[in-house]
């Protein structure tokens, strides 16, 4: 016989396991970023005044890394030590995709100097676009090679996409064209979450296309409305959460604000600082 109390305790009980079983295998807001940065041009204007005052106050918005291919102040190694100083790593830095050799050789020293993992090309194109089969295939080429020479110099090349990639050029889009045509062990993508919507593509599709592919991710928001223009994180339609959910899931550790035509690159940094450090996912 099932007694009144017997019945509340069984039914409690369900219920619990059922909400544990919900948040086990939703796990919505389980989660928060451990780190987050910012890529350098977003204050370029500020930097070039009291830089140390700007990056200690980037820090104390909770940025923990910072995203540059060159260093302030005297030194590569005096640099690192005030962005340690205040909390901070430089883990990503770009060079130029179509250095001549000495210039690349350059790029490498200067980005080992600062001792940066991911080392980003951002326009991976000789032309303006939109792109042709040639076009890819030239850049494809290119990319495995600057791939090998980053390896060779211990870092791993990241290419940076942007919306010309989602338009479609005979029946594939480049921006597959370059991912299936590039040696997945040494050429990655600094995926631009804004520039994919942008371009007309499902960014969550795009990270679940590809897992593995994407170490790196641009934190960069959209307006609403038919101009879809840009917005500092947490101020427009990009469902972050549930993008950052995969990246978790596929062991994205670098996540980076940033907005382009920026009115005010610390007002910026302090609204996305404060949506990112309280977002659960």
Known sequence: MITRRKFISTSALAASAAML????????????????????????KELKGDWKSVLRQAASYGFTEIETGNFMGDSAESFLDYLDSIGMNLPVGGFEFKAEEDDLKNSMKLLKNLKVKYAVVYWPWYTGGPFSPEDCKKSATRLNYLGKVCADNGLILCWHNHNKEFLKMENVLPFDYLMNNTDNNLVFCELDLYWVKKGGADPLEVMKKYPGRFPVLHVKDMAPG????????GSGIIDFPSLFREADLQGIKHYFVERDNVPDGLACLKSSGNYLKNLSF
């Open 226 to 233: 038919e101009a879809q223009d840009f917005e500092c994180p």
């Open 21 to 44: 079983s919900f948040d086990t295998f939703s796990g919505e807001g389980k989660k928060k970023l451990k780190n987050f940065g910012f890529i350098s041009g977003i204050i370029g």
